[in-house]
């Protein structure tokens, strides 16, 4: 059946391939973008689909609760995909305030509107929380996290996660709402903002820059190409059961310093490098406070009850993930502009 389905956040790294999923995978369906644009949404992420007969962007701000009801209102929503985030730990520590405007009261602003507009007839509805596995915060040597695991953020960013997380499953416990929560490992892939992990890497050894290692290399993230993501959100959001969370992850734990030498590796591979060279660029910086030691997810209630698993492995997807950034040098190069340079010299100038 025909839906209109508003994503929010879909200028960002993640939402961007959402909506290009889903504008591609179901034609039928109407797709609202709906994104304030903030450092991190950058709609060159779109040009493919802008011009799509089934998609429309519209800005704004989910933190406005006026703004969000009129926009519910004036358009026939079945289903929210909220994606729409401040999503970096270290913003999330050197100004927390913000995380807790948009992380949290955003996501009730945008509950408070669909329960608004949906309440007398819940039929066919639903509102799809797109959240994190850091809201069950560290893993020692063993062990993984499961839709069982309980909460214990530690960044001011996964307690604001965590904080939505519980909001929207009061929503379905008070109001009957009908929502699915997914909590998903570390993604990487093309369009990521260049100040987590894998593209602010791609991007220093590019350029001959340092690679700051935070403490001694040695967190494990487990790390899942965003396509796969995307994938699994469309397998979730049609086939999940109400009330239901969801975890989903690569199957793919790397310490952060083995994921360096391996970036290292393919960078001089494709740059035509001697092998070793970009190594050196390493440096190990402070720690990042709050470190959590270890994520990894057990997704066999995704994979077993509704038949996902991902695509590709690690090798393929890094792969992809470096050509994309190399093709890509004028879309970096415009990110890291700006805003983005004032951030950069703030996190790193004093480590
Ligand atoms: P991102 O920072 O790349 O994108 C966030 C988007 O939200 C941006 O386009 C931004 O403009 C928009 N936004 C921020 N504040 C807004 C507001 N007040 N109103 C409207 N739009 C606003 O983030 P991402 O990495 O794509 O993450 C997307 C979602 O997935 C987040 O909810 C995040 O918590 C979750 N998630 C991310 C990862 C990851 O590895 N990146 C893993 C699991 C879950
Ligand atoms: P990040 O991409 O910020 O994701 P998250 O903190 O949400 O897991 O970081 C991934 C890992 O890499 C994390 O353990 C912190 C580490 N890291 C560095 O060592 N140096 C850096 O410059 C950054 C951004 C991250």
Same mark, same amino acid.
């Given at each position: 059946?025909?839906?209109?389905?508003?994503?929010? #956040?879909?200028?960002?790294?993640?939402?961007?391939?959402?909506?290009?999923?889903?504008?591609?995978?179901?034609?039928?369906?109407?797709?609202? %973008?709906?994104?304030?644009?903030?450092?991190?949404?950058?709609?060159? %992420?779109?040009?493919?689909?802008?011009?799509?007969?089934?998609?429309?962007?519209?800005?704004?701000?989910?933190?406005?609760?006026?703004?969000?009801?009129?926009?519910?209102?004036?358009?026939?929503?079945?289903?929210?995909?909220?994606?729409?985030?401040?999503?970096?730990?270290?913003?999330?520590?050197?100004?927390? %305030?913000?995380?807790?405007?948009?992380?949290?009261?955003?996501?009730?602003?945008?509950?408070?509107?669909?329960?608004?507009?949906?309440?007398?007839?819940?039929?066919?509805?639903?509102?799809? @929380?797109?959240?994190?596995?850091?809201?069950? #915060?560290?893993?020692?040597?063993?062990?993984?996290?499961?839709?069982?695991? *309980?909460?214990?953020? @530690?960044?001011?960013?996964?307690?604001?996660?965590?904080?939505?997380?519980?909001?929207?499953?009061?929503?379905?416990?008070?109001? =009957?709402? !009908?929502?699915? &929560?997914?909590? *998903?490992?570390?993604?990487?892939?093309?369009?990521?903002?260049?100040?987590?992990?894998?593209?602010?890497?791609?991007?220093?050894?590019? %350029?001959?820059?340092?690679? !700051? $290692?935070? #403490?001694?290399?040695?967190?494990?993230?487990?790390?899942?190409?965003?396509?796969?993501?995307?994938?699994?959100?469309?397998?979730?959001?049609?086939?999940?059961?109400?009330?239901?969370?969801?975890?989903? =992850?690569?199957?793919?734990?790397?310490?952060? &310093?083995?994921?360096?030498?391996?970036? *290292?590796? $393919?960078?001089?591979?494709?740059?035509?490098?001697?092998?070793?060279?970009?190594?050196?660029?390493?440096?190990?910086?402070?720690?990042?406070?709050?470190?959590?030691?270890?994520?990894? &997810?057990?997704?066999?209630?995704?994979?077993?009850?509704?038949?996902?698993?991902?695509?590709?492995?690690?090798?393929?997807?890094?792969?992809?993930?470096?050509?994309?950034?190399?093709?890509?040098?004028?879309?970096?190069?415009? $990110?890291?502009?700006?805003?983005?340079?004032?951030?950069?010299?703030?996190?790193?100038?004093?480590?």
């Amino acid at each position: 059946m025909a839906k209109h389905i508003l994503i929010t #956040g879909g200028a960002g790294f993640i939402g961007s391939h959402v909506v290009r999923h889903f504008v591609n995978q179901h034609p039928d369906y109407q797709i609202t %973008n709906l994104d304030k644009l903030t450092y991190a949404g950058n709609l060159e %992420n779109l040009i493919d689909v802008e011009n799509h007969p089934n998609y429309q962007f519209i800005k704004g701000d989910i933190n406005d609760d006026r703004f969000i009801l009129k926009l519910f209102e004036e358009h026939q929503f079945d289903g929210v995909i909220h994606l729409a985030a401040e999503s970096h730990v270290d913003r999330s520590i050197a100004s927390p %305030n913000e995380f807790v405007l948009t992380n949290v009261l955003g996501t009730v602003n945008l509950l408070n509107a669909a329960r608004h507009i949906w309440h007398e007839n819940y039929t066919g509805k639903l509102f799809y @929380h797109v959240s994190t596995d850091e809201v069950y #915060g560290s893993l020692g040597d063993e062990g993984y996290f499961t839709e069982e695991t *309980c909460y214990d953020p @530690h960044s001011p960013y996964s307690a604001s996660k965590a904080s939505s997380d519980h909001f929207v499953r009061a929503y379905h416990d008070t109001f =009957g709402l !009908p929502m699915v &929560i997914s909590n *998903c490992s570390n993604n990487y892939g093309s369009f990521q903002f260049p100040e987590k992990l894998i593209p602010l890497f791609i991007n220093n050894i590019r %350029n001959n820059k340092s690679l !700051p $290692v935070y #403490g001694k290399g040695e967190n494990v993230r487990d790390w899942l190409w965003v396509v796969d993501h995307a994938r699994a959100i469309d397998v979730i959001y049609h086939k999940g059961k109400i009330g239901e969370t969801y975890n989903v =992850g690569g199957n793919n734990e790397w310490k952060n &310093i083995d994921l360096v030498k391996v970036m *290292c590796k $393919v960078m001089d591979r494709k740059l035509g490098r001697r092998q070793g060279e970009s190594e050196k660029l390493i440096t190990f910086v402070k720690d990042r406070a709050g470190h959590d030691q270890r994520y990894a &997810i057990d997704s066999t209630k995704l994979q077993e009850e509704l038949g996902w698993k991902p695509s590709v492995d690690f090798e393929q997807g890094l792969d992809k993930t470096v050509d994309w950034y190399l093709q890509n040098q004028e879309w970096l190069d415009n $990110v890291t502009s700006g805003e983005y340079q004032k951030y950069y010299r703030q996190q790193y100038e004093d480590r």
